[in-house]
């Protein structure tokens, strides 16, 4: 998958939006001070047409879809086939699941009434064997990258097992003074968003499968708390596999 430095995806979206049965919304207005939402659209085409390969975004105002843009293209003729960027094409997002999943986590905590200064153990699967200093672990450490976490590979994922194992392995106080990109801060967030929306492993895993059941679990919670309600509708934790979209530099210039 090519790689690229000014590729702008703005919002994702993964099924098709209409424009009928919406409120348009001219402008939304506090007292004198009044936002533009047609001259808001415009300008944040303005700011991403002709300033990367391909580009698709859409503006929301009340819950209700104000407009969508798109243009380029999400494989260009050095990739065949050549596909023109729009709403509808799916997009690997990558680390952006951070951000929305850090919602996710702050919708949860404020559900159960507890700040971010928590500890995590409290929602971990209660037959993982807590390793060394992962009680002093909390929700803002997480979603800081101040875990203590230390992994060979930053960029790869993690399965349930290979999660419990760094949970077993523990954590040196040493390494929670600096903040280390890692994603397993993330990656442990499909586990614990679970367990903070009452996951249990008796009677919600029927598959006795543990690492599906609490996927499911995380996907379905976002799906219907955090996407949904942005209108996203048909999101999935998978890559595309069929002419997937590509990330390339900018300009492009012809470069494979």
Not at 18 to 26: E, T
Not at 91 to 99: C, E, F, G, I, L
Not at 169 to 191: H, P, S
């Amino acid at each position: 998958m090519k790689k690229s430095l000014k590729v702008i995806l703005l919002f994702l979206l993964i099924t098709t939006f209409l424009l009928s049965g919406c409120k348009k919304i001219d402008e939304l207005c506090n007292g004198d001070d009044c936002f533009s939402i047609d001259l808001f659209i415009a300008n944040l085409e303005d700011e991403v047409a002709n300033k990367c390969v391909g580009y698709a975004f859409a503006v929301f105002a009340e819950g209700d879809l104000q407009g969508v843009r798109s243009g380029g293209f999400s494989r260009t003729s050095a990739d065949l086939p050549e596909l023109k960027f729009a709403p509808t094409k799916r997009v690997t997002v990558a680390s952006v699941s951070k951000t929305i999943t850090a919602i996710g986590v702050l919708q949860l905590l404020e559900k159960n009434s507890l700040s971010i200064t928590a500890k995590i153990y409290h929602q971990l699967p209660s037959d993982w064997s807590l390793g060394s200093n992962i009680k002093t672990i909390s929700y803002e450490d997480l979603l800081t990258h101040f875990s203590g976490f230390r992994t060979p590979d930053k960029r790869v994922g993690f399965d349930y097992s290979e999660l419990e194992s760094y949970v077993s392995a523990g954590i040196e106080l040493e390494d929670k003074k600096d903040d280390v990109y890692e994603n397993i801060n993330f990656t442990l967030f499909r586990i614990i968003i679970p367990y903070l929306d009452g996951f249990d492993p008796l009677t919600d895993n029927p598959g006795n499968d543990i690492g599906k059941a609490t996927s499911d679990a995380y996907i379905d919670y976002m799906m219907t708390n955090v996407l949904n309600p942005a209108g996203i509708m048909f999101a999935d934790c998978q890559a595309e596999e069929i002419d997937p979209t590509l990330y390339y530099p900018f300009p492009h210039n012809g470069a494979v």
